[in-house]
T-cell receptor, first 114, second 112 residues
Framework: NAGVTQTPKFQVLKTGQSMTLQCAQD?????MYWYRQDPGMGLRLIYY???????DKGEVPNGYNVSRLNKREFSLRLESAAPSQTSVYFC?????????????FGQGTRLTVV | SQQGEEDPQALSIQEGENATMNCSYK?????LQWYRQNSGRGLVHLIL???NEREKHSGRLRVTLDTSKKSSSLLITASRAADTASYFC????????????WGAGTKLIIKP
């Protein structure tokens, strides 16, 4: 049972480069999320998708775009990477967006922008 | 905006001892969740407590919630080396549009 799978696990980008982080879940969950985790801070929500076909901004959406490709997949795109986007990125999914539901996380993508 | 704040930031104890971590939050909540993160891994859900509950148990975990003080505690009894991890609380807020808001975490080290 794979759960939530993120690729890649590590990435180094030069300032201005673009890339897409991929996320897929096999639990038939409706809702998916992208977070970033920085040292000494809690997770911060970048974007979320309550259900297939919908996406909404979270707390820190600037510099990112997302696509909910289908029910399984939710990708995060950095169009022009900046050093401030150096972080660990986590994809998560849950049955619904209700905050009384358990979220399942991928293993993370460690991104460094130089 | 940070809703939950864990205390202490780091905790180091001997194996077999109990570990207590606290989470304080700012606004009224519907529920509060605790998660564990092992080094280099994703977060794993531990337990959820609703605003109308005061205490909840799951194996060696005991969570309490005091809505009057806007705080929660996570107690791990008889700690093991495998409990070494960071622990995060996550809350919603009544006006949060279904978003979970996360604290910065407590780093727990269990010494053998």
């Amino acid at each position: 049972n794979a759960g939530v799978t993120q690729t890649p696990k590590f990435q180094v980008l030069k300032t201005g480069q673009s890339m897409t982080l991929q996320c897929a879940q096999d639990m038939n969950h409706n809702s998916m999320y992208w977070y970033r985790q920085d040292p000494g801070m809690g997770l911060r929500l970048i974007y979320y998708s309550a259900s297939e076909g919908t996406t909404d901004k979270g707390e820190v959406p600037n510099g990112y775009n997302v696509s909910r490709l289908n029910k399984r997949e939710f990708s995060l795109r950095l169009e022009s990477a900046a050093p401030s986007q150096t972080s660990v990125y986590f994809c998560a999914s849950s049955e619904s967006t209700g905050t009384d539901t358990e979220a399942f996380f991928g293993q993370g993508t460690r991104l460094t922008v130089v | 905006s940070q809703q939950g704040e864990e205390d202490p930031q780091a905790l180091s104890i001997q194996e077999g001892e109990n570990a207590t971590m606290n989470c304080s939050y700012k606004t009224s909540i519907n529920n509060l969740q605790w998660y564990r993160q092992n080094s280099g891994r994703g977060l794993v859900h531990l337990i959820l407590i609703r605003s109308n509950e005061r205490e909840k148990h799951s194996g060696r975990l005991r969570v309490t919630l005091d809505t009057s003080k806007k705080s929660s505690s996570l107690l791990i009894t008889a700690s093991r080396a495998a409990d070494t991890a960071s622990y995060f609380c996550a809350t919603d807020a009544l006006d949060s549009n279904y978003q979970l808001i996360w604290g910065a975490g407590t780093k727990l080290i269990i010494k053998p």
